[in-house]
């Protein structure tokens, strides 16, 4: 079946790293992304990932991938109050077009 | 390269009437997919079009069309609207909606149904 799951909240101090977790359900999923959205906006692609990857970074973004598990992983470091917004994990599988979205982690960050 | 574009940002109709949402990709993209989004049931998948062609539908009721032209833009239509309407509907384009093209989003409408 396809699901993907992730905690709905995060707290994180100002300059620490975030780590947003998520799960999925479908092992043929080929692709794997993270979306950021900011209040009154569409969806931002951040980063994505191949399955056959164990990790992608790209700046302050570290993307870790267990494939076992079906598990992903988002890292912010150096959170900044810019970062506050709701970030949703994806996949997608080779046989469909559509992405399978999370329900959404709320980051929030505090002084 | 200007973004996905997506007109009007905002709408209120009413239970019964109809509406048309527009979508322009980014140029150089033919694929394009719609999703809502609302906070009971987050971002759903409502369907695909790829060069003029529906490729792939949700679950969603015969009330919600669609349709692209043949320079990728696209429209989404919901007819006989209903409360549970209301929601954040987001378009999305890719080169050609293969699985290692990303799709790119718009800022979406927001549809209000009074």
């Known amino acids: 079946g396809e699901d993907v799951e992730q905690s709905l909240f995060l707290s994180v101090r100002e300059g620490d790293s975030s780590v947003i977790n998520c799960t999925y359900t479908?092992?043929?999923?080929?692709?794997l992304y993270w979306y950021k959205q900011e209040p009154g906006a569409g969806l931002q692609l951040l980063t994505y990932i191949f399955s056959n990857m164990d990790m992608k970074q790209d700046q302050r973004l570290t993307v870790l991938l267990n494939k076992k598990d079906k598990h992903l992983s988002l890292r912010i470091a150096d959170t900044q109050t810019g970062d506050s917004a709701i970030y949703f994990c994806a996949e997608r599988y080779s046989s469909a077009s559509k992405i399978i979205f999370g329900s959404g982690t709320r980051l929030s960050i505090r002084p | 390269k200007a973004g996905v574009t997506q007109t009007p940002r905002y709408l209120i109709k009413t239970r019964g009437q109809q509406v048309t949402l527009s979508c322009s990709p980014i140029?150089?993209?033919?694929?394009v997919s719609w999703y809502q989004q609302t906070p009971g049931q987050g971002l759903q998948f409502l369907f695909e079009y790829f060069s003029e062609t529906q490729r792939n539908k949700g679950n969603f009721p015969g009330r919600f069309s669609g349709r692209q032209f043949s320079n990728s833009r696209s429209e989404m239509n919901v007819s006989t609207l209903e409360l549970g309407d209301s929601a954040l509907y987001l378009c999305a384009s890719s080169y050609r909606g293969q699985e290692n093209q990303p799709q790119h989003f718009g800022d979406g409408t927001r549809l209000s149904i009074l």
């Open positions: 479908d092992s043929s999923s080929t692709y």
């Open positions: 140029s150089g993209h033919r694929s």
